[in-house]
């Protein structure tokens, strides 16, 4: 598939990055893109890319975050720039750019903004000397991933030398961050970070861009009370890399018949979001992100929190009502559904209620989203099946 025309941005002006911000509103993290990259080109696909399948797999599951995160922008995104992502990492034999076809928006920075950009965000650092501060399992751990999935950025930072291989490259890996951090900043969308770009970003006490935090803050508190029904910390032993609102991968993996391969569930989510439920849904998520772009509520869109919230609580109890023998007649008065026994008007069994409200009564969108809920409360660790398919694939 072909992708979308490139953007190119020439200069550092706001006429410049609305070129950006007219149709685009996230900017991915590239470990975020190469995680979903070798996750659909499976197992077979890394080896045949010259890298180790094992290591990759360990590095992929480290990285659950960011492939939730991929399918979860896949659904609700328009479409996903892919920022000089081909100067990071040599490309495999089904690059993602070809894979996600007009989906995927090729962008170019020129070298003058890059450079710049860079400057001022080592200048920051060389001021706070702050890879001294990082514990050196921190640093043993960005190294192997970064040797894990063939990162290939070395950049010329002067006055960031540093005598050890290992801290070069974090250095490295840290000033990439926060250069894309810097083109969110200057687009005014949502900086889609790696969690472990993210840690070390925190842990040197180095702010992220402040739209992007908090809008993803208001995500995070708006959907917070999905956490304990889906994603509970007893129930999910890979709780810590969801986020609180419900991600489509559970609900894509557990759809009838079974996804056979990675390429099949990437073509189930590119489905689902041509669909009118997932039309519905990335309308709905856009409202919500529109507001908090613009520092306000859309209390019409988050009514729907509290509606799909209301049904997944009354799903939690095991205490369904029978019916036994009888025979059930089920019909619409005008729009309103209605059951009948044997002529008889009949109280709704909470079963029967739900299934009714799902079907007949639930928008679109707080269907999928009820949907995804109900999924992602079903595993209890999801990587042992997404670790199946990218084996087979």
Same mark, same amino acid.
């Given at each position: 598939m072909v992708s979308s025309p490139t953007v190119k941005i020439e200069e550092n002006t706001s006429a410049e990055w609305e070129k950006f911000s007219a149709t685009l509103d996230v900017v991915p993290d590239p470990m975020v893109l190469r995680t979903a990259e070798l996750f659909l080109n499976g197992r077979s696909g890394v080896v045949a890319h010259?890298?180790?399948?094992?290591?990759?797999?360990?590095?992929?599951?480290?990285?659950?975050?960011?492939?939730?995160?991929?399918?979860?922008?896949?659904?609700?995104r328009e479409r996903l720039p892919l920022i000089q992502y081909w100067e990071t990492f040599a490309s495999p034999r089904r690059p993602l750019v070809d894979l996600l076809g007009p989906l995927a928006v090729p962008v170019e920075i020129a070298s003058s903004v890059y450079e710049s950009a860079k400057e001022n965000l080592i200048d920051k650092l060389i001021a706070q000397q702050p890879l001294d501060k990082l514990p050196e399992e921190m640093i043993n751990d960005v190294v192997e991933e970064l040797g894990a999935f063939a990162y290939d950025w070395h950049p010329s930072?002067?006055?960031?030398?540093?005598?050890?291989?290992?801290?070069?490259?974090?250095?490295?890996?840290?000033?990439g961050g926060m250069v894309f951090g810097s083109y969110a900043q200057a687009t005014g969308t949502d900086h889609l970070i790696q969690t472990?770009?993210?840690? !070390? @970003?925190?842990?040197?006490?180095?702010?992220?861009?402040?739209?992007?935090?908090? #809008?993803?803050? *208001?995500?995070? %508190?708006?959907?917070?009370?999905?956490?304990?029904?889906?994603?509970?910390?007893?129930?999910?032993?890979?709780?810590?890399?969801?986020?609180?609102?419900?991600?489509v991968?559970?609900?894509? !993996? @557990?759809?009838?018949?079974?996804?056979?391969?990675?390429?099949?569930?990437?073509? #189930?989510?590119? *489905?689902?979001? %041509?669909e009118k439920l997932g039309r519905d849904y990335r309308d709905w998520y856009g409202r919500l992100r529109r507001g908090w772009s613009l520092g306000r509520d859309d209390p019409q869109a988050e009514k729907s929190i509290s509606a799909v919230l209301k049904s997944l609580r009354e799903r939690m109890p095991?205490?369904?009502?029978?019916?036994?023998?009888?025979?059930?007649?089920?019909?619409?008065?005008?729009?309103?559904?209605?059951?009948?026994v044997e002529g008889v008007p009949l109280r709704w069994p909470r079963w029967l209620r739900l299934w009714v409200v799902d079907h007949f009564v639930m928008k679109p969108h707080r269907h999928l989203l009820l949907r995804m809920s109900l999924s992602q409360r079903r595993y209890r660790d999801v990587t042992l099946d997404l670790h199946r398919l990218w084996s087979r694939s």
């Open positions: 010259g890298l180790n399948p094992d290591v990759v797999w360990d590095t992929i599951d480290k990285n659950l975050h960011g492939l939730l995160s991929f399918y979860d922008a896949l659904l609700t930072l002067p006055g960031l030398q540093y005598g050890r291989g290992e801290h070069q490259q974090v250095a490295e890996f840290l000033i472990k770009r993210s840690r !070390l @970003l925190v842990a040197l006490s180095v702010p992220e861009p402040r739209l992007s935090k908090w #809008r993803y803050e *208001q995500e995070q %508190e708006l959907f917070a009370d999905f956490k304990q029904h889906c994603t509970a910390e007893g129930d999910n032993v890979r709780a810590d890399d969801f986020d609180a609102a419900p991600t991968l559970p609900y894509l !993996l @557990l759809q009838k018949p079974p996804p056979t391969g990675t390429m099949d569930l990437l073509e #189930r989510c590119l *489905q689902l979001r %041509e095991d205490d369904d009502v029978k019916t036994g023998g009888l025979t059930l007649s089920i019909g619409m008065q005008g729009p309103v559904p209605s059951a009948m």
